[in-house]
């Protein structure tokens, strides 16, 4: 039986356009976050994001309000005990991950799956003090999580067929979204491969070959991207950036995963993109480019 209950942990900005995306194909879902002032923001952002494709004439007023209608707030984790399936979206923190993992493997019946959006911590060590460790697995949605055709689906060592074939069905025939294969390897591959892209494109800007704006409109016109790997560093937060860096290059220990120290400093210096309205580029409380 395919989830029609779903439940999403965390309302970040990954977390808010996973609970749209499913919502809009008509799902019920749960958002759970820590306390009723960060759900609040959450819905806030969501409701200004739809505004957006109202505007934009990409979504009707009753889209909206159906859309809406499936979203339930939920701050006591209990409530998220019937749910059928849990996709995890909080912060890349290993250990406070793997205390939710437990949490809601106590909570969930056996049957319900448990899904993480990590993207490069590893599953079987998330899964590794769980009762039902089988039921587990990576759901990794790239951003905006609406408008991506594609999810990696990411099996940790204790990831059971069953559980990858039903999440398979439900990412292609519910989300409508192609999904891959992967086995668990930090980064998978979009991570692996696009955060590489952006620290090198944070070293052409360090080392004064072009601006940012140049840099970006050159992989857009160039290489038919829809947002250059600035811009898209931006999006994604440039926090979430370093920290995939960072874990990538405990993991692998080769240099090219070292964080440039351009990254660092902006970090640092609380520019962390879209969310703080800037970054490498500016941005209103939309998230539209200034």
Same mark, same amino acid.
């Given at each position: 039986?395919?989830?029609?209950?779903? @439940?999403?942990?965390?309302?970040?900005?990954?977390?808010?356009?996973?609970? *749209?995306?499913?919502?809009?194909?008509?799902?019920?879902?749960?958002?759970y976050d820590k306390?009723?002032?960060?759900?609040?923001?959450?819905?806030?952002?969501?409701?200004?994001h739809l505004d957006?494709?109202?505007?934009?004439? @990409?979504?009707?007023?009753?889209?909206?309000?159906?859309?809406?209608?499936?979203?339930?707030? *939920?701050?006591?984790?209990?409530?998220?005990?019937?749910?059928?399936l849990v996709i995890?979206?909080?912060?890349?923190?290993?250990?406070?991950?793997?205390?939710?993992?437990?949490?809601?493997?106590? +909570?969930?019946?056996?049957?319900?799956?448990?899904?993480?959006?990590?993207?490069?911590?590893?599953?079987?060590?998330? @899964?590794?003090?769980?009762?039902?460790?089988? /039921?587990?697995?990576?759901?990794?949605?790239?951003?905006?999580?609406?408008?991506?055709?594609?999810?990696?689906?990411?099996?940790?060592?204790?990831?059971?067929?069953?559980?990858?074939?039903?999440?398979?069905?439900?990412?292609?025939? *519910?989300?409508?979204?192609?999904?891959?294969?992967?086995?668990?390897?930090?980064?998978?591959?979009?991570?692996?491969?696009?955060?590489?892209?952006?620290?090198?494109?944070?070293?052409?800007? +360090?080392?004064?070959? @072009?601006?940012?704006?140049?840099?970006?409109?050159?992989?857009?016109?160039?290489?038919?991207?829809?947002?250059?790997?600035?811009?898209?560093?931006?999006?994604?937060?440039?926090?979430?950036?370093?920290?995939?860096?960072?874990?990538?290059?405990?993991?692998?220990?080769?240099?090219?995963?070292?964080?440039?120290?351009?990254?660092?400093?902006?970090? /640092?210096?609380?520019?962390?993109?879209?969310?703080?309205?800037?970054?490498?580029?500016?941005?209103?409380?939309?998230?539209?480019?200034?």
């Amino acid at each position: 039986m395919e989830p029609k209950k779903i @439940a999403v942990v965390g309302t970040g900005t990954m977390g808010q356009g996973i609970a *749209v995306m499913l919502a809009s194909k008509g799902l019920e879902v749960f958002l759970y976050d820590k306390t009723p002032e960060l759900l609040r923001h959450s819905v806030i952002a969501i409701e200004t994001h739809l505004d957006r494709q109202l505007e934009r004439w @990409a979504l009707t007023v009753q889209e909206k309000k159906l859309i809406l209608s499936k979203l339930h707030q *939920v701050t006591d984790i209990e409530a998220l005990s019937e749910s059928q399936l849990v996709i995890e979206s909080i912060t890349e923190h290993f250990e406070t991950k793997q205390k939710l993992f437990i949490e809601l493997d106590h +909570l969930l019946p056996p049957e319900a799956i448990i899904a993480t959006n990590t993207a490069t911590l590893s599953l079987t060590s998330l @899964a590794s003090s769980l009762i039902y460790p089988h /039921r587990t697995i990576g759901m990794h949605f790239l951003h905006p999580a609406g408008q991506i055709p594609m999810v990696e689906l990411v099996r940790g060592m204790n990831t059971s067929e069953d559980t990858f074939s039903r999440m398979k069905r439900f990412a292609e025939q *519910v989300l409508d979204k192609e999904s891959v294969q992967v086995y668990e390897s930090p980064g998978f591959i979009t991570t692996r491969l696009i955060c590489v892209m952006i620290n090198e494109a944070i070293h052409t800007l +360090l080392e004064g070959v @072009a601006s940012a704006e140049d840099i970006d409109k050159a992989m857009k016109l160039g290489y038919d991207f829809h947002y250059g790997p600035l811009e898209m560093a931006d999006r994604f937060g440039l926090d979430s950036v370093l920290a995939s860096m960072e874990a990538l290059f405990l993991e692998f220990g080769d240099v090219k995963y070292r964080p440039n120290t351009l990254l660092k400093k902006t970090v /640092r210096s609380g520019r962390l993109g879209v969310k703080t309205g800037r970054g490498f580029f500016q941005y209103t409380d939309g998230g539209e480019r200034v």
